[in-house]
């Protein structure tokens, strides 16, 4: 069906400047929205950065000011570019894909796809 990659995450001093990646593939029909969320133990998964198909963008309010994300192949690309982290960034942070999938030209249908995460650690 459809898989989902996030690459980049790591260790940063706050203040510091941090990059992910994700990639889209498969059956892919269709992609309606690619976004960015985090999640620490014992809270809930978060949004920080979305885009759409119509090139809406929405960030977390926590993120605003800071994070960039940017799109690169139609969807199947995105971009997180983060920028003066702080403590409060670290967490698993988890690219999520959502469209249209279809394999042999069957009828497309909906799906929703996470990556498996990868962690990001904002300390001195």
Do not use: H
């Not at 892919?28 to 969320?37: L, S, T």
């Not at 394999?103 to 995460?117: C, F, I, K, L, S």
Request: neutral net charge.
């Amino acid at each position: 069906q459809v898989q989902v990659v996030e690459s980049g995450g790591g260790l940063v001093q706050p203040g510091g400047s941090l990059s992910l990646a994700c990639e889209a593939s498969g059956s892919i029909f269709r992609i309606v929205a690619m976004g960015w969320y985090r999640q620490v133990p014992g809270q809930e998964r978060e949004l920080v950065a979305s885009v759409n198909s119509g090139v809406a963008i929405n960030y977390g309010n926590a993120v605003k000011g800071r994070f960039t994300i940017s799109r690169e192949n139609g969807l199947k690309r995105v971009y997180l570019q983060m920028k003066t982290l702080e403590p409060d960034d670290t967490g698993v942070y988890y690219c999520n894909s959502r469209g249209y999938f279809s394999r042999d030209g069957d009828v497309p249908r909906q799906y929703d796809a996470w990556g498996q995460g990868t962690q990001v650690t904002v300390s001195s």
